[in-house]
Every structure is written in structure tokens, then in C-alpha cells.
């Protein structure tokens, strides 16, 4: 059995990685391995970030693992939240809170083309890769939808009609930014241990 560990506080996406991950490999939670303290997220990238998240937790453990990261870019607000999407309303702020802001500075404005952009760092003995998944869609006025977690209650990906927040998770995780990125990630894997 293959053992990768996610770097990670928020038990929505651990949810997701492990539901797109499947069963041929077992995905440890900080939790499983008594982390409990927050990781550093201190750089102006999604990329930085994601690897300075893998970097910390490998630094601790030793373990191959893998970090995430991921910012809603929006148009009309030259690509902000961006990196600043888990705290854009300010510190120890709720998802609501977040949602809330950007729905107040689109209010009036067209343009409500968004992108989700997750960039994930792994690190496997010892050496870093790195793997990209974006959805573009649209910012809607009103929340929608109890499922999911963040901005997704006001996210729809172009082509459907629900926020990600009304969708079956199996539907959310086929398309989205992280289930592309994780797909990347689990071929990428396949083909190594292959070789
Ligand atoms: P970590 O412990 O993994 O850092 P986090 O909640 O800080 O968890 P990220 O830095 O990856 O997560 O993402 C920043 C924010 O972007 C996150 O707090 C959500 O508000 C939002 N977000 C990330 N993925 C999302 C998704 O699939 N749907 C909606 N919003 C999402």
C-alpha cells in the first residue's frame, strides 16, 4: 500500500483528495501523524505556497507528502482573492465572510468570469513536482447550494448550470481545479511506479 501524506488543515479538501484519490493509495492527515499547529503560508504565489506548505510538513516527517494550494482569480478584480482567497476578508475570517466581500465589490459590475487555479507540490524522496488544474466559470450574485466549502456556493464552471456547492461531490471533483491537479498527480505517480 502506497502512504502519501497531505499537508493540510481543512478537512473538506482532505474529503476530496482522498474520494479523487481512490483506494490504491492510503492519504494520512496531519491529524493521523499528531501535527496539530498551523503551516506557514507566507508567499505571494499558489505555487510558493504549496511548496512551502509540502516543505514544511517533509521537513518534520520525512514522509512523502503533498501540499495544496489554491486561489479564486476574478476578472473584474484583477485576479484578486488570488493567493489571498483563505483570508481576503481579513484574519481569522469565515467562508461567509469571504463570499460576502467579493459579492459587494462585483455588486453592478458584468464581467463575472472567475477561475479557480490549484497548484500542487509533492514530495517524493526527497524531490519536488509540481501539478496544475484550473476551472474558468462565472461568479453568481446570489449563494447557492450547502455542499462544498470556500467560494463555492457562488462559483458556476462553465457549461453547467449548478454552483459547485449544489453539486454531488463525485460531479465537483471530476472537473475541478483540485480533481484536475490530483488527476496530474495520480498518473504522474502510476507511470513512475510502472517504470
Ligand atoms: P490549507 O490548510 O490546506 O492551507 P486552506 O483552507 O487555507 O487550507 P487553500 O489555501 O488551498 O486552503 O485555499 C485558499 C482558500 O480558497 C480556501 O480557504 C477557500 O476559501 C478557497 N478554496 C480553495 N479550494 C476551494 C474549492 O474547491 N472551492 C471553493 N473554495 C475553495
Avoid at 134 to 148: A, C, H, M, P, Y
Wanted: charged letters at 30%; proline letters at 3%; a negative charge.
Amino acid at each position: 500500500m502506497n502512504i502519501l501524506l497531505f499537508a493540510t488543515n481543512n478537512l473538506h479538501k482532505l474529503r476530496e483528495i482522498r474520494e479523487i484519490m481512490g483506494l490504491d493509495v492510503q492519504i494520512l492527515s496531519l491529524r493521523d501523524v499528531n501535527i496539530n499547529e498551523d503551516i506557514p503560508e507566507t508567499q505571494d504565489t499558489i505555487e510558493g505556497n504549496a511548496a512551502q506548505k509540502a516543505r514544511y510538513i517533509y521537513e518534520k516527517t520525512g514522509m512523502n507528502c503533498f501540499a495544496d494550494d489554491t486561489g479564486l482569480e476574478i476578472e473584474a478584480l484583477d485576479g484578486r482573492p488570488g493567493v489571498y482567497s483563505a483570508r481576503y476578508a481579513g484574519e481569522g475570517c469565515s467562508f461567509d465572510d469571504n463570499v460576502d466581500k467579493i459579492l459587494l465589490e462585483l455588486q453592478g459590475n458584468e464581467n463575472r468570469k472567475a477561475c479557480f487555479r490549484c497548484v500542487i507540490c509533492m514530495i517524493m524522496n526527497g524531490k519536488e513536482y509540481f501539478f496544475e488544474g484550473r476551472i474558468n466559470g462565472v461568479i453568481i450574485e446570489v449563494k447557492r447550494g450547502k455542499d462544498g466549502f470556500g467560494y463555492d456556493p457562488v462559483f458556476v464552471p462553465d457549461g453547467h448550470k449548478q454552483t459547485f456547492a449544489e453539486m454531488p461531490a463525485l460531479l465537483k471533483n471530476g472537473i475541478s481545479h483540485r480533481g484536475r491537479a490530483a488527476e496530474k498527480m495520480v498518473k504522474w505517480r502510476k507511470d513512475e511506479i510502472a517504470k
